[in-house]
Each structure stands twice: as C-alpha cells, then as structure tokens.
C-alpha cells in the first residue's frame, strides 16, 4: 500500500516546534535563522507537491524526476505563487545552476543504494551527501534535505521524521556536526563523518513517526 504524507498532522507539528524555537535555538550548539510563518507554510506546500508526485508514481532520483527534486526546494524558499517566484527568478536561476553541479554523485548514489534494505541508511547517505559542503542548493538545505530524506524513508516502508518540539535540538546539532565536518581536510573528514553518519541513523530510527502519514486510495 502507498503512503503518502498527512499535510494536517506535519502542519501541525511544525506549528508547535515554531511556538518554541526561540527556546531551543538558545541551546542549540549553532543558532538558526528564525522560523517564520511563511516557512512553515512552504514546507506543508513542499509536502503538498511531494504528495502529488507518490500519487503519481514519479521517482525524483531519476533523469525524468530531477525537476521535481529541484523544484522542491524552490517551493520551500519561496513558495507557488508565481510573483514571489518573479521576485527571485535570478537567485533561482543560480539554484539551479548549482544543482546541475552537485546532483549527479548523490543522485548515482542513491541510485545504487535503493537496494539497501534499510531506510535509514539510505536516508542519512543522502542527507549526509546533500548538507556537507559544497551543499546541494545554495539555501533552504535543512528544510529542502528533511523534506527529501523523508521520501526516502517511506518509499522504503518507514515512517517520516518531522521536526518537533521534543526531537529539534538532536536533529539540528547532529546536522550541524554533518554540515561542518566537510572542511577541506580529507584525513579529518574521513574519521569523523561515519560517527555522524551513524549518531544520525540511530536517531532517525528512534523518532520516526507514522502519525504523519496515512495509505493513499
């Protein structure tokens, strides 16, 4: 049976993350931006979009879907409306451009791996491989990367993570531990990443939730 995403019960969850961020941000090893209204809103949307193409069978790691990959982060930056995407046409532009240039390892990558009978690896070689530099888009990579690695994780039978009040503080710091390990020294990189890596499959294993997906008829 197809799972699809539950837009009410992530909406929701994000909702009650955003009304306490400040809080968390101020334990947070390093700080992030404010999440604002109209994040929040385009993330459901990005979800809204991610549901369409389950519905319609579309694989996002494929040739044909790599559109849909890059057009997700596109809505969480900005949204559907098309005069806010006037707005930032030529930063998109560069978006694009720059996904052209990282993609295709990662894409190969997961390619490869769809075999792997578990998700969670799966889930956490590609958000590893999108987060740590150069990073996959040139903004948005924690909201577009959560998005993704949740398709991944159900179109491999397991529930979705999504950020909540409880879980943000460990997703954001193992995150971070990802995004800065990647610093121009290979020996460095080599020895920390598969501990990140493993803290970080662990704790998706842990905090997957199937409230926020239901069987598509």
Known sequence: ???????KAIEG???GFQSVFPQINDQLAIRREELTD?????????YHFLNNLLNKQ????TPAGLHA?????????????????????FHLEETRKSFLRQIRPIKDWVLRKRSVSDPYYL???FYSQMLSRPQLFLEGNHRTGNV?????LISKGSAPYIVTEYNARGYFDISGDIKFTENGNYFDTALRMPGHRSRFRAFLRTQVRGEFVYNAE
């Open 1 to 7: 049976m197809r799972k699809v995403f539950n837009l």
């Open 123 to 125: 889930a956490t070689g």
């Open 38 to 46: 109209s994040m929040v809103e385009q993330i459901v949307e990005a």
């Open 148 to 152: 993704i690695l949740n398709y991944l």
């Open 13 to 15: 969850s994000l909702k």
């Open 58 to 61: 579309i694989d996002i790691f």
């Open 69 to 89: 990959l890059l057009e997700m982060n596109h809505i969480v930056l900005c949204g559907t409306e098309k005069d806010t995407r006037s707005q930032y046409y």
